[in-house]
């Protein structure tokens, strides 16, 4: 059974980068499949961030792409996001996902709630 | 970048209603749209992808159906568990985009 686990600060300072690490178990990240990171903000509707092949290929919303990094760590079977330059609309729960080639996420990390805030 | 739209935005039912809840893309996505529940403090759960296909163990319940720019999730007898928010995601074009949200709630 694929389990994802997202694990990261919990509270970033305004312009600081966020951070945030996916440790995948029951699946091997140099198996397939993308993986992808998507945010929630309190109250509201769900954000694609980007994802990451397992090969390193990566593809960003481009809403976020001047700002977002996502890296793979095939060894670690891991993979990370980072968001630079945040501020209070980047607050938000982070979820990461195994992306299946055609589109569809499955399944979801339980989320991580990033706050930011002086 | 494609826009979903869904409706309505917020239901009351009754257990063992049947509920139709719809999402229209701004230009046509064949058949690229999943459904998603999700639970108050939960991650959302893909419920059926490409339109119409039903995730395994999810209940037959659920149904979808669409294509080109109009679709629709039902569940054809609610039951108390599923009472939740539902999304779509088109994955035809990227960026991927997600619908806003229908909030199913008991009547």
């Known amino acids: 059974q694929v389990q994802l686990q997202e694990s990261g600060p919990g509270l970033v300072k305004p312009s600081e980068t966020l951070s945030l690490t996916c440790a995948v178990s029951g699946y091997s990240i140099s198996s397939g499949y993308y993986w992808g990171w998507i945010r929630q903000p309190p109250g509201k509707g769900l954000e694609w961030i980007g994802s990451i092949y397992h090969s390193g290929s990566t593809y960003y919303n481009p809403s976020l792409k001047s700002r977002v990094t996502i890296s793979v760590d095939t060894s670690k079977n891991q993979f990370s996001l980072k968001l630079s330059s945040v501020t209070a609309a980047d607050t938000a729960v982070y979820y990461c996902?195994?992306?299946?080639?055609?589109?569809?996420?499955?399944?979801w990390g339980q989320g991580t709630l990033v706050t930011v805030s002086s | 970048a494609i826009q979903l739209t869904q409706s309505p935005s917020s239901l009351s039912a009754s257990v063992g209603d049947r509920v139709t809840i719809t999402c229209r893309a701004s230009q046509g996505i064949s058949s690229a749209l999943a459904w998603y529940q999700q639970k108050p403090g939960k991650a959302p759960k893909l419920l059926i992808y490409?339109?119409?296909s039903l995730e395994s163990g999810v209940p037959s319940r659920f149904s979808g159906s669409g294509s080109g720019t109009d679709f629709t999730l039902t569940i054809s007898s609610l039951q108390p568990e599923d009472f939740a928010t539902y999304y779509c995601?088109?994955?035809?074009?990227?960026?991927?985009?997600f619908g806003q949200g229908t909030k199913l709630e008991i009547k």
């Open positions: 490409d339109a119409s």
């Open positions: 995601q088109q994955f035809n074009s990227y960026p991927q985009t």
């Open positions: 996902a195994r992306h299946h080639p055609r589109g569809w996420f499955d399944p």
